[in-house]
């Protein structure tokens, strides 16, 4: 179940953060797309998509820092990656918070 205000307030929130991680790491020669961002009522849902692991293993260590997730989800969980024939690959980052 969604909660308007709430998962309105962290789509903006994360979405700035990632902006700034997807900027930082475009400017170092590292291309990451975010596809999209969605939040409910514990938890939002970023899907990712880079040129390759190497890009995906930049991106993790930038959501692990304080300009990322840490410090700001109480948990950050991380699906399964799916690579394509090319080498590009496709995951999911879920943050989940502690609301209660």
């Known amino acids: 179940m969604r909660d308007p205000g709430w998962a309105a307030d962290q789509e903006r929130e994360l979405t700035a953060r990632l902006r700034r991680i997807v900027d930082d790491l475009t400017a170092r020669g590292t291309a990451v797309d975010i596809d999209g961002v969605e939040c409910r009522r514990t938890q939002c849902r970023v899907d990712i998509h880079t040129r390759?692991?190497?890009?995906?293993?930049?991106?993790?260590?930038?959501?692990?820092?304080?300009?990322?997730?840490?410090?700001?989800?109480?948990?950050?969980?991380?699906?399964?990656v799916e690579t394509a024939a090319d080498g590009q690959v496709e995951t999911h980052v879920t943050a989940v918070f502690d609301r209660d």
């Open 52 to 80: 390759d692991a190497a890009a995906l293993g930049k991106l993790y260590g930038s959501l692990e820092s304080g300009d990322g997730l840490y410090g700001w989800a109480d948990t950050v969980v991380l699906d399964a």
